[in-house]
């Protein structure tokens, strides 16, 4: 009776890890869709619990690629929000994991040249049905390309996570003079430096938006997404998710 007993225990643990495993699989999907100019871009989508609820957009920063978001996104899952990373044309190994993007393209491309990339990710959420509203959300430089991104498409986003924005495509003001144009609740952070900190500000500073905030953590910050990682950021996690969190908050309930 009682080996009938462990062999019936050991069955109901084997059977809960597999559904466990089948949920894991079924929640991250990898896609792939093609940019305007013919480029294949490779991601990686997390499923909510429907369609309805709303998308996040996930894009990475220099040297990167969606392996940035592999212990992000299930948590943003958790919270009810679909996710797609994506590895842009300007990328690398970082991770541990190769960018599918650079790699098929024989090579990375500038900052600016991602966009193109960012921008099939959200033709790409239009054809998959997504019905929920999106947000954008951007890693160092890409945290620049946003505001690119939902200037050029003010009735398709509904607002803009920045981690780390800076001048970094090469013009003076060229992101400045794209967030002049967003007016889309707008959430900007940074590392706990005051260089991060100053660019964040005067970029957000030009925001159209009077639904702005810009986080400064207290405990520990880093640049990027990378800020709300255990890995990289252990003792300031906890405060940027909170930050993020809230203001993911707001947004669905001003929605």
């Not at 989508?45 to 040297?63: C, E, I, T, V, W």
């Not at 650079?102 to 959420?125: H, I, P, Y």
């Amino acid at each position: 009776m009682i080996s009938l007993q462990k062999s019936v225990v050991n069955f109901l643990v084997l059977f809960l890890v597999m559904v466990s495993a089948s949920a894991q699989v079924h929640a991250q999907q990898a896609v792939s869709f093609t940019a305007k100019d013919g480029v294949r871009v490779f991601g990686d989508y997390y499923a909510a619990a429907n369609k309805a609820q709303p998308l996040l957009l996930l894009f990475h920063q220099a040297g990167s690629n969606r392996g940035e978001y592999t212990t992000i996104a299930p948590r943003l899952v958790k919270e009810g929000y679909n996710c797609l990373a994506i590895d842009q044309r300007s990328g690398g190994s970082r991770w541990g994991r190769t960018n599918q993007t650079v790699q098929q393209n024989g090579g990375s491309s500038s900052f600016l040249e991602a966009l193109k990339d960012m921008q099939a990710a959200l033709t790409w959420a239009k054809s998959n049905g997504q019905q929920g509203p999106v947000l954008l959300w951007g890693s160092s430089y890409s945290a620049a390309l946003v505001f690119l991104l939902a200037a050029q498409h003010p009735q398709q986003v509904v607002g803009v996570l920045s981690f780390s924005p800076g001048e970094y495509l090469g013009g003076a003001d060229t992101v400045r003079s794209a967030a002049a144009k967003v007016t889309i609740p707008v959430f900007v952070t940074s590392a706990k430096d005051t260089e991060e900190i100053t660019q964040a500000k005067t970029i957000l500073a030009a925001v159209a938006s009077s639904q702005k905030r810009q986080f400064v953590p207290r405990i520990n910050g880093v640049h990027g997404s990378s800020t709300l990682r255990q890995d990289i950021n252990p003792k300031g996690m906890a405060e940027n998710w909170q930050a993020v969190l809230e203001f993911l908050s707001a947004q669905k309930t001003t929605g």
